[in-house]
């Protein structure tokens, strides 16, 4: 199947799951359980959502705590949470993104077909028509909404661009110095003019740009300090965690300053890094997802042979793979474009050190 039908697809069937969720997400607790059946009816769209989405129905079974209560036309046992029913959600948001993501032209050509044989559609006509209900109990809940709390969610155009097929890789480059007229500024502009090459997502966190806060505050030190997950995080650390989540592949680049990063970035980790994301997590906190490749790339003013020979490269590369991306990325390696301070020695070399780097991070992802 075409990639950018399969697109296409996505996007529009993305944007009415999110129509959907965020209409569940806007309803109040007071609204959830009433004769008018809000939880009810999330449920009702998550189900045969899921449902609609198994290529082979028979056998169908949805995930714990749900039932078959809906092919039995019964209510279910007990009246799901909306927490409940917004996990369900992402299941089968993930579940429609990866069918639509790996649909080869056989599945494409295909039937979907229930077990009584009373509905028999085309694989992609099943899409569509799981689509329109989706549609329909979005509109329907956000009627509910406007008839009791006159306020819902906006429109939804499409599916987050950040959250497209899976074939379209997320690089998420935390970037750190002050100067444009910096020869890191220069190796940054060549990374990513190699990264526009190819057809991949890049998102940067150009940390001094962004005039991101590096220093811990003494409200987050009473979070970090006592693990007290309970305690809110700062919304620029959200967002943060939020280009994590996404992110396939991330990428450090930055100067080496006293034999480490920047400060700024060394306050990333330390603020970005909560308690309960990236470490010390519990049942309650939402744990940082495994990324699959890291990479750190720093330049610095030493060649290379000489932070070997002091083991200042051993010992950069031990705090920067061992501790810092550690166990929370699969695969990772580090960079050290040394020798700077004779740089028309070096910079050729490092310039196709970065092409092949981009080549290795092509060839993981396949
Ligand atoms: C504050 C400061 C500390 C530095 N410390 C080191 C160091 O410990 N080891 C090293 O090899 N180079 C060190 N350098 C040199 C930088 O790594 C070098 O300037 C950088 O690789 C390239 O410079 P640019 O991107 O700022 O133009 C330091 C530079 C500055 C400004």
């Known amino acids: 199947m075409d990639h950018s039908l399969k697109e296409i697809l996505w996007r ?45 129905p028979r056998g169908f079974t949805p995930p714990a705590p749900f039932s078959l209560s809906e092919f039995e036309d019964r209510m279910p046992e007990r009246v799901y949470t909306k927490k409940e029913v917004l996990t ?10 990866n069918l639509i993501a790996t649909m080869t032209d056989e599945i494409y050509r295909s039937n979907w077909e229930n077990e009584s044989g009373t509905m028999r559609y085309n694989v992609v006509e099943i899409l569509l028509y799981n689509m ?31 959250t497209l097929l899976i074939s379209i890789m997320n690089i998420l480059l935390v970037y750190s110095h002050p100067s444009k007229k910096s020869y890191t500024f220069q190796v940054l502009e060549h990374l990513k003019s190699k990264i526009s090459k190819q057809n991949w997502n890049l998102e940067i966190s150009d940390l001094y740009d962004m005039n991101f806060q590096s220093d811990m505050s003494k409200e987050e030190y009473e979070r970090e300090g006592f693990a007290k997950t309970e305690l809110p995080i700062s919304n620029d650390v959200l967002d943060e965690h939020d280009k994590i989540e996404k992110a396939d592949c991330i990428i450090f680049l930055y100067p080496v300053w006293w034999s480490d990063c920047p400060a700024k970035l060394k306050g990333w980790f330390d603020r970005v890094y909560s308690v309960g994301y990236a ?31 002091i083991n200042m490269a051993q010992s950069m590369e031990t705090i920067m793979l061992e501790d810092r991306l550690g166990k929370r990325f699969e695969n990772k390696e580090m960079l050290i474009l040394g ?27 396949g």
């Not at 519990?282 to 020979?309: R, Y």
């Not at 092949?356 to 092509?362: A, L, S």
Request: with cysteine; glycine share 4%; aromatic share 14%.
């Open 88 to 97: 369900y959600l992402e299941f089968c948001r993930e579940k429609c993104r």
């Open 132 to 162: 329109r209900h989706v549609q329909h109990h979005a509109a329907q809940l956000n009627l509910l909404l406007r008839q009791n709390i006159d306020n819902a969610p906006k429109w939804v155009r499409e599916a987050k661009k950040q």
């Open 339 to 365: 020798g700077t301070l004779e740089l028309e020695k070096v910079m050729e070399y490092h310039m196709k050190q970065i092409e092949e780097v981009v080549q290795k991070i092509k060839d993981y992802f």
């Open 279 to 309: 470490y010390g997590q519990n049942d309650t906190s939402q744990k940082m997802k495994i990324i699959p490749f890291g990479l750190v790339i720093c330049t610095a003013g030493h060649p290379n042979e000489f932070l070997s020979e």
């Open 12 to 56: 529009q069937f993305g944007g009415s799951i999110d129509m959907l969720k965020n209409a569940i997400e806007f309803c109040p607790e007071s609204l959830w359980d009433t004769e008018q059946q809000f939880g009810y009816n999330a449920f009702h769209c998550a189900f045969f959502l899921d449902y609609y989405l198994t290529l082979d």
